[in-house]
Protein backbone atom coordinates (compact mmCIF):
# COMPACT_ATOMS: atom_id res chain seq x y z
CA UNK A 1 0.00 0.00 0.00
CA UNK A 2 3.08 2.45 0.71
CA UNK A 3 4.50 1.56 -2.75
CA UNK A 4 0.98 2.10 -4.33
CA UNK A 5 0.48 5.56 -2.67
CA UNK A 6 4.22 6.78 -3.33
CA UNK A 7 3.50 6.49 -6.85
CA UNK A 8 0.26 7.64 -7.62
CA UNK A 9 2.20 10.61 -5.05
CA UNK A 10 4.98 10.32 -7.57
CA UNK A 11 2.88 10.35 -10.60
CA UNK A 12 0.93 13.40 -9.88
CA UNK A 13 3.61 15.43 -9.20
CA UNK A 14 5.27 13.98 -12.67
CA UNK A 15 2.35 15.32 -14.61
CA UNK A 16 2.53 19.12 -13.26
CA UNK A 17 6.10 19.09 -12.76
CA UNK A 18 6.11 18.11 -17.03
CA UNK A 19 3.21 20.43 -17.46
CA UNK A 20 5.38 23.66 -15.40
CA UNK A 21 8.72 22.63 -17.04
CA UNK A 22 7.77 21.53 -20.27
CA UNK A 23 5.78 24.51 -20.88
CA UNK A 24 8.42 26.91 -19.59
CA UNK A 25 10.56 24.99 -21.71
CA UNK A 26 8.18 25.46 -25.08
CA UNK A 27 7.39 29.71 -24.01
CA UNK A 28 11.09 30.07 -23.21
CA UNK A 29 12.03 28.27 -26.78
CA UNK A 30 9.54 30.76 -28.53
CA UNK A 31 11.00 33.64 -26.71
CA UNK A 32 14.57 32.69 -27.60
CA UNK A 33 13.62 32.36 -31.29
CA UNK A 34 12.15 35.93 -31.17
CA UNK A 35 14.49 37.36 -29.37
CA UNK A 36 17.59 35.92 -31.46
CA UNK A 37 16.07 37.53 -34.90
CA UNK A 38 15.28 40.66 -32.98
CA UNK A 39 18.85 41.17 -31.13
CA UNK A 40 22.78 41.13 -32.29
CA UNK A 41 24.90 37.23 -31.10
CA UNK A 42 27.37 39.89 -29.56
CA UNK A 43 24.03 41.03 -27.22
CA UNK A 44 23.59 37.34 -25.82
CA UNK A 45 27.55 37.46 -25.40
CA UNK A 46 27.24 40.56 -22.82
CA UNK A 47 24.39 38.36 -20.50
CA UNK A 48 26.66 35.62 -21.03
CA UNK A 49 29.69 36.81 -19.67
CA UNK A 50 28.10 37.59 -16.64
CA UNK A 51 26.40 34.01 -15.89
CA UNK A 52 29.01 33.04 -14.05
CA UNK A 53 28.88 35.80 -11.44
CA UNK A 54 24.99 35.64 -10.74
CA UNK A 55 24.76 31.61 -10.41
CA UNK A 56 27.93 31.82 -7.96
CA UNK A 57 25.74 34.20 -6.16
CA UNK A 58 22.59 32.34 -5.98
CA UNK A 59 24.72 29.07 -5.01
CA UNK A 60 25.82 30.90 -2.23
CA UNK A 61 22.65 32.19 -1.40
CA UNK A 62 20.83 29.05 -1.36
CA UNK A 63 23.72 27.30 0.83
CA UNK A 64 22.49 23.92 0.08
CA UNK A 65 20.25 24.72 2.80
CA UNK A 66 16.95 24.31 0.37
CA UNK A 67 17.90 20.66 0.09
CA UNK A 68 18.37 20.17 3.63
CA UNK A 69 15.38 21.65 4.47
CA UNK A 70 13.43 19.47 2.38
CA UNK A 71 15.15 16.16 3.51
CA UNK A 72 14.28 17.11 6.58
CA UNK A 73 10.78 14.61 7.83
CA UNK A 74 10.17 17.11 10.63
CA UNK A 75 11.01 20.06 9.55
CA UNK A 76 9.61 22.88 12.01
CA UNK A 77 8.39 26.82 11.65
CA UNK A 78 11.72 27.95 13.22
CA UNK A 79 13.82 25.77 10.58
CA UNK A 80 11.94 27.52 7.96
CA UNK A 81 12.36 31.06 9.53
CA UNK A 82 15.94 30.59 10.07
CA UNK A 83 16.78 29.34 6.36
CA UNK A 84 14.36 32.13 5.20
CA UNK A 85 16.37 35.24 7.18
CA UNK A 86 20.04 33.19 5.91
CA UNK A 87 18.94 33.59 2.09
CA UNK A 88 18.06 36.93 2.62
CA UNK A 89 20.82 38.20 4.37
CA UNK A 90 23.10 36.71 1.73
CA UNK A 91 21.60 37.94 -1.09
CA UNK A 92 21.99 41.45 0.03
CA UNK A 93 25.74 40.68 1.00
CA UNK A 94 25.68 39.29 -2.67
CA UNK A 95 24.43 41.95 -4.06
CA UNK A 96 26.84 44.56 -2.53
CA UNK A 97 29.77 42.67 -3.50
CA UNK A 98 28.52 42.26 -7.32
CA UNK A 99 27.72 46.09 -7.76
CA UNK A 100 31.70 46.84 -5.96
CA UNK A 101 33.36 44.30 -8.73
CA UNK A 102 31.20 45.13 -11.81
CA UNK A 103 33.45 47.68 -12.71
CA UNK A 104 36.64 45.30 -12.49
CA UNK A 105 33.95 42.64 -14.73
CA UNK A 106 33.44 45.30 -17.33
CA UNK A 107 37.44 45.76 -17.44
CA UNK A 108 38.24 42.04 -17.76
CA UNK A 109 36.19 41.73 -20.64
CA UNK A 110 37.22 45.29 -22.11
CA UNK A 111 33.15 45.47 -22.27
CA UNK A 112 31.92 49.27 -20.50
CA UNK A 113 28.58 48.31 -20.61
CA UNK A 114 28.62 45.22 -18.44
CA UNK A 115 29.45 47.39 -15.22
CA UNK A 116 25.96 48.90 -15.44
CA UNK A 117 24.29 45.45 -17.00
CA UNK A 118 25.52 43.50 -13.85
CA UNK A 119 24.29 46.12 -11.14
CA UNK A 120 20.68 45.77 -12.61
CA UNK A 121 20.42 42.74 -13.26
CA UNK A 122 21.92 41.54 -9.70
CA UNK A 123 18.85 43.00 -8.11
CA UNK A 124 16.97 39.61 -9.30
CA UNK A 125 19.07 37.98 -6.88
CA UNK A 126 17.70 39.34 -3.79
CA UNK A 127 14.18 39.23 -5.21
CA UNK A 128 14.57 36.36 -5.78
CA UNK A 129 15.33 35.23 -2.10
CA UNK A 130 12.15 36.25 -0.70
CA UNK A 131 10.41 32.95 -2.63
CA UNK A 132 13.12 30.78 -1.85
CA UNK A 133 11.73 28.65 1.14
CA UNK A 134 8.50 29.19 0.02
CA UNK A 135 9.30 27.46 -3.31
CA UNK A 136 11.05 24.64 -1.22
CA UNK A 137 8.26 23.87 0.76
CA UNK A 138 5.53 23.43 -2.62
CA UNK A 139 8.23 21.26 -4.06
CA UNK A 140 8.49 18.91 -0.08
CA UNK A 141 4.66 18.53 -0.66
CA UNK A 142 4.98 17.45 -4.33
CA UNK A 143 2.32 20.62 -5.21
CA UNK A 144 4.39 21.21 -9.09
CA UNK A 145 0.31 22.24 -9.98
CA UNK A 146 0.45 25.53 -7.94
CA UNK A 147 4.26 25.92 -8.81
CA UNK A 148 3.59 25.74 -13.05
CA UNK A 149 0.49 28.30 -12.46
CA UNK A 150 3.39 30.88 -10.81
CA UNK A 151 6.10 30.22 -12.82
CA UNK A 152 4.31 30.23 -16.49
CA UNK A 153 2.85 33.80 -15.42
CA UNK A 154 5.49 35.12 -14.36
CA UNK A 155 7.68 33.68 -18.08
CA UNK A 156 4.52 34.89 -20.56
CA UNK A 157 4.37 38.23 -19.08
CA UNK A 158 8.28 38.95 -18.72
CA UNK A 159 8.55 37.43 -22.48
CA UNK A 160 6.63 40.02 -23.55
CA UNK A 161 7.53 42.38 -22.02
CA UNK A 162 11.07 41.42 -23.71
CA UNK A 163 10.22 40.92 -27.02
CA UNK A 164 8.41 44.16 -27.31
CA UNK A 165 11.49 45.84 -25.81
CA UNK A 166 13.75 44.21 -28.29
CA UNK A 167 10.94 44.82 -31.79
CA UNK A 168 11.51 48.58 -30.23
CA UNK A 169 15.58 48.56 -30.52
CA UNK A 170 16.42 47.94 -26.67
CA UNK A 171 19.19 44.93 -27.72
CA UNK A 172 20.53 43.81 -24.55
CA UNK A 173 18.18 45.89 -22.18
CA UNK A 174 15.63 43.67 -23.36
CA UNK A 175 17.03 41.00 -22.18
CA UNK A 176 17.68 42.28 -19.04
CA UNK A 177 14.55 43.44 -18.16
CA UNK A 178 13.13 39.91 -18.96
CA UNK A 179 15.32 38.39 -16.42
CA UNK A 180 14.25 40.83 -13.52
CA UNK A 181 10.52 40.71 -14.34
CA UNK A 182 10.44 37.16 -14.52
CA UNK A 183 12.43 37.11 -10.76
CA UNK A 184 10.12 39.80 -9.41
CA UNK A 185 6.31 38.50 -11.15
CA UNK A 186 7.36 34.90 -9.91
CA UNK A 187 8.68 35.88 -6.49
CA UNK A 188 5.43 37.50 -5.90
CA UNK A 189 2.81 34.92 -7.05
CA UNK A 190 4.67 32.41 -4.94
CA UNK A 191 4.87 34.12 -1.84
CA UNK A 192 1.38 35.31 -1.72
CA UNK A 193 0.18 31.71 -2.88
CA UNK A 194 1.75 29.67 -0.44
CA UNK A 195 0.24 29.34 3.08
CA UNK A 196 3.51 29.54 4.97
CA UNK A 197 4.09 32.69 6.63
CA UNK A 198 7.38 33.97 8.23
CA UNK A 199 7.73 34.78 11.90
CA UNK A 200 11.15 36.35 11.85
CA UNK A 201 12.49 33.66 14.46
CA UNK A 202 16.01 32.70 14.05
CA UNK A 203 17.69 29.56 15.38
CA UNK A 204 21.30 28.92 15.48
CA UNK A 205 20.76 25.10 16.13
CA UNK A 206 18.92 24.79 13.16
CA UNK A 207 21.70 26.80 11.21
CA UNK A 208 24.13 24.53 12.33
CA UNK A 209 22.28 21.28 11.96
CA UNK A 210 21.30 22.69 8.05
CA UNK A 211 25.03 23.56 7.22
CA UNK A 212 26.70 20.41 8.76
CA UNK A 213 24.75 18.93 5.68
CA UNK A 214 24.72 22.03 3.41
CA UNK A 215 28.09 23.19 3.58
CA UNK A 216 29.45 20.11 1.54
CA UNK A 217 26.86 20.77 -0.94
CA UNK A 218 27.36 24.56 -1.22
CA UNK A 219 31.49 23.48 -2.01
CA UNK A 220 30.17 21.41 -4.54
CA UNK A 221 28.02 23.29 -5.82
CA UNK A 222 29.96 26.03 -5.84
CA UNK A 223 32.42 23.81 -7.62
CA UNK A 224 30.05 22.51 -10.56
CA UNK A 225 28.12 25.79 -11.15
CA UNK A 226 32.59 27.75 -11.15
CA UNK A 227 32.90 24.79 -14.08
CA UNK A 228 29.54 25.16 -16.13
CA UNK A 229 30.19 28.22 -16.46
CA UNK A 230 34.06 28.84 -17.08
CA UNK A 231 33.66 27.56 -20.95
CA UNK A 232 31.84 31.03 -20.78
CA UNK A 233 34.24 32.74 -19.18
CA UNK A 234 37.66 31.55 -21.30
CA UNK A 235 35.41 31.97 -24.63
CA UNK A 236 34.05 35.60 -23.83
CA UNK A 237 38.27 36.39 -22.61
CA UNK A 238 39.74 35.01 -25.67
CA UNK A 239 37.48 34.35 -28.33
CA UNK A 240 35.59 36.61 -30.35
CA UNK A 241 32.07 37.74 -28.48
CA UNK A 242 30.25 36.36 -31.21
CA UNK A 243 31.84 32.86 -30.91
CA UNK A 244 30.72 32.64 -27.17
CA UNK A 245 26.75 34.13 -28.44
CA UNK A 246 27.31 30.74 -30.90
CA UNK A 247 28.42 28.18 -28.08
CA UNK A 248 25.21 29.62 -25.78
CA UNK A 249 22.80 29.09 -28.32
CA UNK A 250 24.64 25.24 -29.45
CA UNK A 251 24.88 24.40 -25.65
CA UNK A 252 21.64 25.93 -24.44
CA UNK A 253 19.57 24.01 -26.91
CA UNK A 254 22.21 20.51 -26.71
CA UNK A 255 21.09 20.56 -22.79
CA UNK A 256 17.24 21.22 -23.44
CA UNK A 257 16.18 17.87 -24.03
CA UNK A 258 18.15 16.59 -21.21
CA UNK A 259 17.73 19.48 -18.71
CA UNK A 260 13.52 19.17 -19.10
CA UNK A 261 13.26 15.38 -18.35
CA UNK A 262 15.76 15.75 -15.72
CA UNK A 263 14.54 18.34 -14.03
CA UNK A 264 11.28 16.74 -13.72
CA UNK A 265 13.06 13.78 -12.34
CA UNK A 266 14.71 15.29 -9.80
CA UNK A 267 11.73 18.01 -8.64
CA UNK A 268 9.36 14.19 -8.28
CA UNK A 269 11.77 11.65 -7.24
CA UNK A 270 13.88 13.32 -4.56
CA UNK A 271 10.98 13.60 -2.14
CA UNK A 272 9.58 10.66 -3.54
CA UNK A 273 13.06 8.53 -2.44
CA UNK A 274 13.42 10.24 0.82
CA UNK A 275 10.45 8.68 2.40
CA UNK A 276 12.03 5.43 1.07
CA UNK A 277 15.17 6.38 2.00
CA UNK A 278 16.01 3.33 4.64
CA UNK A 279 14.36 0.48 1.97
CA UNK A 280 17.46 -0.42 0.36
CA UNK A 281 15.64 -2.76 -2.36
CA UNK A 282 13.02 -0.44 -2.85
CA UNK A 283 15.24 2.58 -3.24
CA UNK A 284 17.55 -0.11 -5.85
CA UNK A 285 14.83 -0.85 -7.63
CA UNK A 286 13.32 2.72 -8.00
CA UNK A 287 16.58 3.77 -8.87
CA UNK A 288 17.10 1.46 -11.79
CA UNK A 289 13.22 2.01 -13.10
CA UNK A 290 14.23 5.88 -13.37
CA UNK A 291 17.42 5.68 -14.82
CA UNK A 292 16.39 3.38 -17.35
CA UNK A 293 13.13 5.42 -18.33
CA UNK A 294 15.74 8.71 -18.50
CA UNK A 295 17.99 6.89 -20.84
CA UNK A 296 14.93 5.78 -22.85
CA UNK A 297 13.35 9.57 -23.36
CA UNK A 298 17.19 11.51 -23.66
CA UNK A 299 18.74 9.55 -25.84
CA UNK A 300 16.87 9.76 -28.65
CA UNK A 301 15.61 13.70 -28.24
CA UNK A 302 19.23 14.73 -27.15
CA UNK A 303 20.91 12.85 -30.13
CA UNK A 304 17.64 13.67 -32.72
CA UNK A 305 18.85 17.38 -32.05
CA UNK A 306 22.56 16.82 -33.13
CA UNK A 307 21.11 14.97 -36.11
CA UNK A 308 19.12 18.32 -37.34
CA UNK A 309 21.50 20.80 -35.85
CA UNK A 310 21.76 22.64 -39.47
CA UNK A 311 18.32 22.79 -40.80
CA UNK A 312 16.87 23.52 -37.29
CA UNK A 313 19.27 26.49 -36.59
CA UNK A 314 18.67 27.72 -39.94
CA UNK A 315 15.07 27.66 -39.95
CA UNK A 316 14.60 28.94 -36.21
CA UNK A 317 17.58 31.31 -35.76
CA UNK A 318 18.32 32.02 -39.58
CA UNK A 319 21.53 31.74 -41.03
CA UNK A 320 23.33 34.59 -38.60
CA UNK A 321 23.98 31.78 -36.27
CA UNK A 322 24.60 28.57 -38.72
CA UNK A 323 27.86 28.21 -37.10
CA UNK A 324 26.30 27.42 -33.72
CA UNK A 325 25.23 24.22 -35.52
CA UNK A 326 28.60 22.56 -36.08
CA UNK A 327 29.13 22.82 -32.21
CA UNK A 328 25.45 21.75 -31.61
CA UNK A 329 26.35 18.52 -33.37
CA UNK A 330 29.35 18.08 -31.00
CA UNK A 331 27.94 18.87 -27.83
CA UNK A 332 24.69 16.79 -27.74
CA UNK A 333 27.10 13.40 -27.06
CA UNK A 334 28.09 15.25 -23.65
CA UNK A 335 24.28 16.96 -22.92
CA UNK A 336 23.35 13.35 -23.28
CA UNK A 337 24.57 11.63 -20.52
CA UNK A 338 23.58 15.07 -17.97
CA UNK A 339 20.55 13.07 -16.60
CA UNK A 340 22.25 9.98 -15.62
CA UNK A 341 24.77 12.21 -13.82
CA UNK A 342 21.73 14.07 -12.26
CA UNK A 343 20.02 10.80 -10.91
CA UNK A 344 23.19 9.12 -9.60
CA UNK A 345 23.97 12.40 -7.70
CA UNK A 346 20.08 12.48 -6.11
CA UNK A 347 21.06 8.98 -4.79
CA UNK A 348 24.10 10.62 -2.42
CA UNK A 349 21.97 13.30 -1.69
CA UNK A 350 18.96 10.66 -0.47
CA UNK A 351 21.24 8.74 1.23
CA UNK A 352 23.08 11.89 3.41
CA UNK A 353 25.88 11.40 1.78
CA UNK A 354 27.08 14.90 1.01
CA UNK A 355 30.89 14.42 1.79
CA UNK A 356 30.99 11.60 -1.13
CA UNK A 357 29.24 14.24 -3.05
CA UNK A 358 31.42 16.81 -2.60
CA UNK A 359 34.56 14.90 -3.15
CA UNK A 360 33.25 13.42 -6.56
CA UNK A 361 32.87 16.93 -7.58
CA UNK A 362 36.30 17.77 -7.14
CA UNK A 363 37.80 15.23 -8.69
CA UNK A 364 35.57 15.55 -11.77
CA UNK A 365 36.28 19.63 -11.85
CA UNK A 366 40.25 19.03 -11.66
CA UNK A 367 39.87 16.58 -14.55
CA UNK A 368 37.91 19.06 -16.39
CA UNK A 369 40.25 21.93 -16.06
CA UNK A 370 43.12 20.02 -16.97
CA UNK A 371 40.89 18.74 -20.46
CA UNK A 372 39.86 22.58 -21.03
CA UNK A 373 43.39 23.84 -20.94
CA UNK A 374 44.30 21.11 -23.55
CA UNK A 375 41.48 22.31 -25.75
CA UNK A 376 41.26 26.06 -25.36
CA UNK A 377 44.34 26.52 -27.73
CA UNK A 378 43.03 23.89 -30.24
CA UNK A 379 39.83 26.31 -30.65
CA UNK A 380 36.34 26.03 -30.05
CA UNK A 381 35.40 23.29 -31.75
CA UNK A 382 38.05 21.27 -29.96
CA UNK A 383 36.70 22.36 -26.17
CA UNK A 384 33.48 20.91 -26.62
CA UNK A 385 35.02 17.58 -28.10
CA UNK A 386 36.73 17.62 -24.70
CA UNK A 387 33.69 18.56 -22.89
CA UNK A 388 32.41 15.40 -24.35
CA UNK A 389 35.35 13.05 -23.35
CA UNK A 390 34.79 14.21 -19.71
CA UNK A 391 30.91 13.93 -19.86
CA UNK A 392 31.98 9.98 -19.96
CA UNK A 393 34.80 9.82 -17.06
CA UNK A 394 32.38 11.73 -15.31
CA UNK A 395 29.98 9.19 -15.69
CA UNK A 396 32.40 6.31 -14.79
CA UNK A 397 33.63 7.94 -11.62
CA UNK A 398 29.80 9.12 -10.51
CA UNK A 399 28.53 5.29 -11.16
CA UNK A 400 31.80 3.68 -9.29
CA UNK A 401 30.72 5.31 -5.70
CA UNK A 402 26.48 4.30 -6.48
CA UNK A 403 27.93 1.57 -6.96
CA UNK A 404 29.22 1.08 -3.52
CA UNK A 405 25.71 2.21 -2.38
CA UNK A 406 22.96 0.20 -3.38
CA UNK A 407 25.86 -2.25 -6.10
CA UNK A 408 24.30 -0.65 -9.04
CA UNK A 409 27.66 0.28 -10.55
CA UNK A 410 28.16 1.25 -13.96
CA UNK A 411 28.11 -2.40 -15.68
CA UNK A 412 24.54 -2.35 -14.16
CA UNK A 413 23.82 0.84 -15.05
CA UNK A 414 25.21 -0.07 -18.79
CA UNK A 415 22.58 -3.34 -19.04
CA UNK A 416 19.89 -0.82 -17.95
CA UNK A 417 20.43 1.81 -20.94
CA UNK A 418 22.44 0.25 -23.93
CA UNK A 419 19.13 -0.74 -26.01
CA UNK A 420 18.22 2.82 -25.87
CA UNK A 421 21.78 4.06 -26.58
CA UNK A 422 22.51 2.02 -29.42
CA UNK A 423 19.32 2.15 -30.80
CA UNK A 424 19.61 6.41 -30.54
CA UNK A 425 23.01 6.37 -32.46
CA UNK A 426 21.25 4.63 -35.20
CA UNK A 427 18.87 7.01 -35.42
CA UNK A 428 21.22 9.67 -35.23
CA UNK A 429 23.47 8.44 -38.52
CA UNK A 430 20.15 7.69 -40.38
CA UNK A 431 18.98 11.53 -39.62
CA UNK A 432 22.17 13.29 -40.30
CA UNK A 433 22.55 11.32 -43.63
CA UNK A 434 19.24 12.81 -44.23
CA UNK A 435 19.76 15.82 -43.51
CA UNK A 436 22.68 15.99 -45.73
CA UNK A 437 21.41 15.29 -48.41
CA UNK A 438 17.90 17.55 -48.36
CA UNK A 439 20.21 20.19 -46.85
CA UNK A 440 18.79 23.23 -44.58
CA UNK A 441 15.39 23.88 -45.58
CA UNK A 442 11.97 23.44 -43.63
CA UNK A 443 11.59 20.71 -45.25
CA UNK A 444 14.60 18.51 -44.66
CA UNK A 445 13.61 19.67 -41.02
CA UNK A 446 10.53 18.12 -41.61
CA UNK A 447 10.91 14.84 -43.17
CA UNK A 448 14.01 14.09 -40.97
CA UNK A 449 12.17 14.48 -37.89
CA UNK A 450 9.49 12.30 -38.80
CA UNK A 451 11.77 9.63 -39.83
CA UNK A 452 13.89 9.77 -36.78
CA UNK A 453 10.43 9.71 -34.84
CA UNK A 454 9.66 6.15 -37.24
CA UNK A 455 13.01 4.78 -36.64
CA UNK A 456 13.14 5.27 -32.76
CA UNK A 457 9.47 4.40 -32.05
CA UNK A 458 9.51 1.73 -34.23
CA UNK A 459 12.74 0.30 -33.59
CA UNK A 460 11.31 0.22 -29.65
CA UNK A 461 8.35 -1.49 -29.92
CA UNK A 462 9.56 -3.52 -32.48
CA UNK A 463 12.32 -4.65 -30.53
CA UNK A 464 9.58 -4.29 -27.13
CA UNK A 465 12.26 -2.47 -24.88
CA UNK A 466 11.11 -2.98 -21.23
CA UNK A 467 11.03 1.07 -20.39
CA UNK A 468 7.51 0.76 -22.79
CA UNK A 469 6.39 -1.58 -19.92
CA UNK A 470 7.72 0.65 -17.08
CA UNK A 471 5.70 3.88 -18.39
CA UNK A 472 2.57 1.86 -18.99
CA UNK A 473 2.78 0.77 -15.36
CA UNK A 474 3.25 4.24 -14.44
CA UNK A 475 0.20 5.28 -15.49
CA UNK A 476 -2.13 2.37 -13.79
Known sequence: MAEQSLKRQTLNGAIWRILESGGTQVIQFVISIVLARLILPEQFAAIAMLTIFIAIAEVFINSGFSTALMRKNNRTQTDCDTVYIFNIVVSVFSYIVLFIIAPFVAKFYNLPELCIILRVTSVSLVIGSFGGVHRTLFTARMDFKSLAKYNLLSLIISGITGMTMAYLGFQVWALVTQSVLSTAIGTICICIGSKWRPTWTFSWSSLKEFFSFGSKLL???????????????????????????????????????????????QSVTFPALCKVQDSTEILGATYRKIISISAFVVFPLTLGVGAVSYPLINVLYTDVWIFAAGLLQIIVFSSMWYPIHAINLNLLKVRGRSDIFFRLEIIKKILGVIMLCITVPLGLKAMCYGAVANSIIALIINTHYTGKLLNLGLIVQLKDIYPSLILSIIMFIACKFLSTVLGNGILSLSITICAGIIIYAGGAHLLKFKELALLKNIRK
Open 219 to 265: LSSLLDTGYRNIYSVVIGKFFPHSDLAYYNRANGLGILMSSTPTSVL
